[in-house]
């Protein structure tokens, strides 16, 4: 299985950002594919000089990960 989060484009509503985070999972095996599984896991909110974050079904080891490399970047 392939696993990958995606920082997915901005929705501006007023001054507000918010980016979805997507996550992908793919099962496969060799050349054959099995499923996928594409939902929304968490957003990344820009207001003004604040960013936050809210989670919506990662585990907090995940969630935490997220956080870093989105506000390193």
């Known amino acids: 299985m392939i696993s990958k989060k995606?920082?997915?484009?901005?929705?501006?509503?007023?001054e507000r950002k918010i980016f979805p985070i997507a996550s992908l999972n793919i099962v496969f095996l060799k050349?054959?594919?099995?499923s996928y599984d594409f939902k929304v896991v968490a957003?990344?909110?820009?207001?003004?000089?604040?960013i936050y974050f809210?989670?919506?079904?990662?585990s907090d080891e995940?969630?935490?990960n997220i956080k870093k490399n989105e506000k390193s970047s």
């Open 43 to 50: 957003f990344k909110i820009i207001e003004k000089d604040l």
């Open 54 to 58: 809210i989670n919506l079904d990662l």
């Open 31 to 34: 050349n054959n594919f099995f």
């Open 6 to 14: 995606y920082l997915l484009d901005s929705i501006n509503i007023g």
């Open 62 to 64: 995940e969630f935490d």
